[in-house]
Nanobody
Framework: QVQLVQSGGGSAQPGGSLRLSCAASGIIFTINTMGWYRQAPGKQRELVAD???????NIADSVKGRFTISRDTAKNMVYLQMNTLKPEDSAVYYC??????????WGQGTLVTVSS
C-alpha cells in the first residue's frame, strides 16, 4: 500500500517561513494528485494546495501569493513552501495523495504554529 511520510513544519513568527515535505512510497500510480490539507481546532479540514502529476495546480485563495506547491514526480515527493505566515495558518497540515475521488492516502500530519 502507499505510505506518505511528512517532514518539516514547526513554529514560526508571523511573516516567517516554513517548508513542508512529503514522500510517498509503495506502489505509486503514475497518474495522481498530491497536495496539502490543513485542519485547525474547531474547523473542517480544508484544501491548501494540490498538484496533478501533470503539473496542474489548485491553490486556496487564503494562501495565494504566499504558499507555493511543488512536486518531484520522479521521486514521488511534494513540497509546500509557506511564506509570509499568518497566525490563521496555524493548523495540522496533512499530505494527501489521491488516485481518484474517494481513493486517498494521507500523511501522519505535521503541526504548524504561527504566533508571536
Amino acid at each position: 500500500q502507499v505510505q506518505l511520510v511528512q517532514s518539516g513544519g514547526g513554529s514560526a513568527q508571523p511573516g516567517g517561513s516554513l517548508r513542508l515535505s512529503c514522500a510517498a512510497s509503495g506502489i505509486i500510480f503514475t497518474i495522481n494528485t498530491m497536495g496539502w490539507y490543513r485542519q485547525a481546532p474547531g474547523k473542517q479540514r480544508e484544501l491548501v494546495a494540490d498538484m496533478t502529476s501533470g503539473g496542474i495546480t489548485n491553490i486556496a485563495d487564503s494562501v495565494k501569493g504566499r504558499f507555493t506547491i511543488s512536486r518531484d514526480t520522479a521521486k514521488n515527493m511534494v513540497y509546500l513552501q509557506m511564506n509570509t505566515l499568518k497566525p490563521e495558518d496555524s493548523a495540522v497540515y496533512y499530505c494527501n495523495l489521491r488516485i481518484v475521488r474517494g481513493l486517498d492516502a494521507w500523511g501522519q500530519g505535521t503541526l504548524v504554529t504561527v504566533s508571536s
